[in-house]
């Protein structure tokens, strides 16, 4: 089923609201029409019993600050860009440097703080949520009058949330759009994830600089911390030495995805798996990377509500294209084209694993 009620007003005026679509296994997602958030996420352990597996706040205000992009829909840039400075062809766009000297998520007038329309509907096999919006030419410093429409679905059949993320433009112009939900599967308050078990498809990552932005190239995991083939700790990782980690306090990392043979369409980029409550999730995406991030910064995400986190206290699964390139890559850097359509997915499925 799918129900909506109000979820209080924001500075503006403007009323918010949080829809629950629920299928009859127990899975539950609440999100909001304010930056897409996915709010609450609940989903079933090895007793049965349902805990909520990502990071939230209870108060609107809460969202309104959001330092750490608390489930947010991210774009038109996931990730920095360094200096703010963004060439797309021969024109270069300058964005707010809202991070240091750097862009990061899209700048304050990202996705993240947009008011979205909704449309919902049910058909045979899910529950669908539908949010859109408009941006147009340069608000946000990047050309083009855009549409952007992001499809949150809930299979009725299992448990499966899946975001499918498309937009156009009317100008050439750069598009990177991510989710930011921090999972947590212990779906205990104020606990770390660090002996979640993680799995990642990926053969090589991106090192990034000091300042967190990814670098030309991509390192082989081959004998690096960052090996995640083989399934291992978060803790395992994080207490090395590596440069790559002490640097950031974590992993926040692009990882280059392997293409899965049995399925054309989707990448397998991620296993979570908690080894208390034995909830499971895979992540599946149509994105050729992900960007891990540890939580590194969430002890310093306070909020005026009080509802401040611990660090490590989730960690993100941010498929997308890999940040920066259009400044380390500029040759590789995919352009949405005026009168292109760009439709990208993310699909996040749960299982009991004992
Ligand atoms: C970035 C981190 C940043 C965080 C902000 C992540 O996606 O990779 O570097 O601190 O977002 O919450």
Redesign the pocket.
């Known amino acids: 089923m799918i129900s909506k009620k109000a979820f209080g007003q924001l500075k503006t005026g403007q009323k918010i609201k949080a829809f629950t679509l629920e299928n009859e296994l127990g899975m539950k997602a609440v999100i909001l029409n304010y930056g897409g958030i996915i709010k609450e996420l609940w989903v079933p352990d090895e007793k049965d019993i349902l805990g909520n597996v990502v990071l939230g706040y209870e108060h609107i205000e809460a969202y309104e600050e959001n ?3 608390l489930g947010a829909m ?1 774009g038109p840039s ?3 860009i360094e200096g703010g400075i963004l060439p797309i062809e021969n024109t270069i766009y300058k964005l707010e440097q809202n ?1 240091g000297d750097h862009t ?2 899209g700048g304050s007038k990202g996705f993240h703080n947009r008011v979205m329309d909704d449309t919902f509907y049910e058909d045979k096999n899910s529950f669908k949520l539908e949010l859109d919006f408009k941006i147009m030419d340069l608000v946000d410093g990047l050309p083009g009058d855009r549409t952007v429409k992001i499809t949150y679905t809930l299979m009725k059949n299992r448990n499966e949330l899946s975001l499918t993320m498309e937009a156009s433009t009317n100008k050439n112009t750069y598009m990177n759009i991510t989710n ?1 939900s921090y999972f947590n599967l212990s779906g205990i308050e104020k606990e770390d994830v660090l002996n979640h078990e993680m799995r990642i498809n990926a053969d090589a990552f991106g090192s990034v600089d000091t300042d ?1 932005i990814p670098r030309k190239g991509w390192t082989l995991l081959n004998n690096t911390p960052f090996d995640f083939r083989q399934v291992k700790t978060i803790k395992s990782v994080l207490e090395t030495s590596y440069n790559q980690i002490t640097n ?1 306090q974590g992993i ?1 990392h692009p990882f280059r995805l392997n293409k899965s043979k049995s399925d054309a369409k989707h990448n397998n980029a991620a296993i979570l798996w908690d080894p208390i409550t034995k909830r499971k999730m895979t992540v599946l995406t149509s994105y050729p990377h992900i ?1 891990i ?1 540890t939580g ?3 002890n310093e ?1 306070d909020v005026s509500t009080n509802e401040d986190m611990i660090k490590h206290q989730g960690i ?1 699964f ?1 498929a997308q294209e890999v ?1 920066n390139a259009p400044r380390s890559n500029p040759d590789t850097c995919q352009i949405l084209k005026a009168g292109q359509h760009y439709s990208h997915t993310i699909i996040y499925s749960f299982e009991v694993e004992k």
């Open positions: 330092p750490a992009y991210i996931a990730g920095r991070s990061l998520h930011h967190m950031n926040d960007v991030y590194n910064f969430l995400a993100c941010e940040p």
